[in-house]
């Protein structure tokens, strides 16, 4: 049988509660693969493999029958056709007169949830074979030369010569979304928002990884991805009331080198004033590919000694505001929502902390760097000190 047998079980299951008989199906084998009652799954059913062998249009399967033949139950069974092929065999058990009448409506209402089922099962191996190919291409996870992916997707539609240009993009604050049912499902939510936006750009394809959007474009200039990329903030925040962090590549000829690009860009977002970042506007930032994690850890540990990682993430959202308001209290304290006098007193908190006052030019460069740290650290799948 061409569908699994989770989806045959689902399509006893619908029929079962319309006809209110005890459903099975088998499959080309004669064996049962699934029935309302469990027990008889996996059982030799005699009665559909002599309709199978036979070419038989019914079968149905009398008292005596019953009597005569191991594990079979009187009722009717049909043989289940799907472009001119016999898939199986459905069964409903019960006396003659309770299922001759809505025998051939059962078996029509099978063959058309299996062809449903089948197409669906194709439609996702598409999507599987389509994601496995753009993780092997966008994300280098795939070692394979030019003209191997080139021909793999010439085979899905997708042609890789065409010059592109990346995006990567996620709701803010992540971390306070992938952890709860309720924060998944928003974030599916505006993922369909975002892939509805970006279909209106032709050739536009979208990755989705680890609750980010991976977009590819037509190339275009910079200019051109900052005011797509604003247009799509502005959507999502109006729609969701939530901010959208994105990345904007350094326009490398590579998809690979450019999703590299792009994502060292979102990275950036999620602690800079501006949640739209381009690749060409970093500096500070492009330092972190070239530090180990070990180094990272080590330099937060001696930053901030003894302290916990909810501890470091909370400093981390102070600097963050302070920084991203360029030292400015007011602003700042608007920003996260509190009293001057409350931001006032963290910053205290924080200088006795880490024996380190932001305030001051000669501390603010390792306060600075501690806050990169951690949010690439965190950004890169969880922190482990």
């Known amino acids: 049988?061409?569908?699994?047998?989770?989806?045959?079980?689902?399509?006893?299951?619908?029929?079962?509660?319309?006809?209110?008989?005890?459903?099975?199906?088998?499959?080309?084998?004669?064996?049962?693969?699934?029935?309302?009652?469990?027990?008889?799954?996996?059982?030799?059913?005699?009665?559909?493999?002599?309709?199978?062998?036979?070419?038989?249009?019914?079968?149905?399967?009398?008292?005596?029958?019953?009597?005569?033949?191991?594990?079979?139950?009187?009722?009717?069974?049909?043989?289940?056709?799907?472009?001119?092929?016999?898939?199986?065999?459905?069964?409903?058990?019960?006396?003659?007169?309770?299922?001759?009448?809505?025998?051939?409506?059962?078996?029509?209402?099978?063959?058309?949830?299996?062809?449903?089922?089948?197409?669906?099962?194709?439609?996702?191996?598409?999507?599987?074979?389509?994601?496995?190919?753009?993780?092997?291409?966008?994300?280098?996870?795939?070692?394979?030369?030019?003209?191997?992916?080139?021909?793999?997707?010439?085979?899905?539609g997708i042609d890789i010569r065409i010059p592109r240009r990346c995006l990567v993009l996620s709701v803010g604050h992540l971390e306070h979304y992938t952890g709860t049912l309720e924060g998944q499902q928003f974030i599916e939510r505006l993922e369909i928002a975002v892939n509805g936006f970006v279909s209106r750009f032709q050739s536009s394809i979208i990755l989705r990884n680890a609750a980010r959007q991976i977009v590819l474009l037509p190339r275009r200039s910079t200019e051109e991805l900052m005011d797509i990329s604003r247009e799509l903030a502005a959507y999502i925040r109006e729609q969701f009331q939530t901010q959208l962090l994105v990345g904007i590549d350094g326009a490398a000829e590579d998809v690979h080198a450019a999703y590299l690009q792009a994502n060292r860009a979102w990275r950036a977002a999620s602690h800079s004033k501006d949640p739209i970042v381009s690749y060409e506007t970093l500096s500070t930032e492009l330092l972190l590919d070239h530090i180990p994690r070990k180094v990272k850890v080590e330099y937060l540990r001696k930053i901030y000694p003894g302290c916990s990682i909810t501890q470091m993430r909370e400093c981390t959202v102070l600097l963050e505001a302070y920084f991203a308001a360029e030292g400015s209290l007011a602003a700042a304290a608007d920003a996260m929502y509190v009293h001057k006098n409350t931001l006032q007193y963290r910053l205290k908190r924080l200088a006795e902390l880490t024996d380190l006052d932001v305030r001051k030019p000669s501390n603010a460069p390792a306060l600075y760097l501690a806050a990169l740290f951690f949010r690439d650290l965190e950004n890169e799948g969880g922190l482990l000190l």
């Open 1 to 156: 049988m061409k569908i699994s047998k989770s989806s045959a079980q689902q399509i006893v299951e619908e029929i079962g509660k319309l006809v209110r008989q005890n459903i099975n199906l088998m499959d080309e084998t004669g064996h049962i693969v699934a029935s309302n009652d469990p027990s008889r799954i996996g059982n030799f059913h005699e009665g559909a493999y002599e309709i199978i062998t036979r070419h038989l249009k019914e079968l149905y399967i009398t008292p005596e029958l019953e009597r005569a033949i191991p594990m079979v139950r009187q009722g009717i069974n049909l043989p289940i056709e799907v472009d001119g092929q016999v898939e199986g065999v459905i069964g409903i058990t019960g006396a003659y007169d309770e299922v001759i009448n809505y025998g051939q409506i059962v078996k029509k209402m099978a063959e058309i949830l299996i062809r449903e089922r089948i197409a669906l099962d194709a439609q996702r191996y598409d999507l599987r074979v389509r994601s496995r190919f753009l993780e092997d291409w966008i994300l280098g996870e795939g070692v394979s030369s030019a003209q191997s992916l080139s021909e793999r997707g010439f085979a899905i």
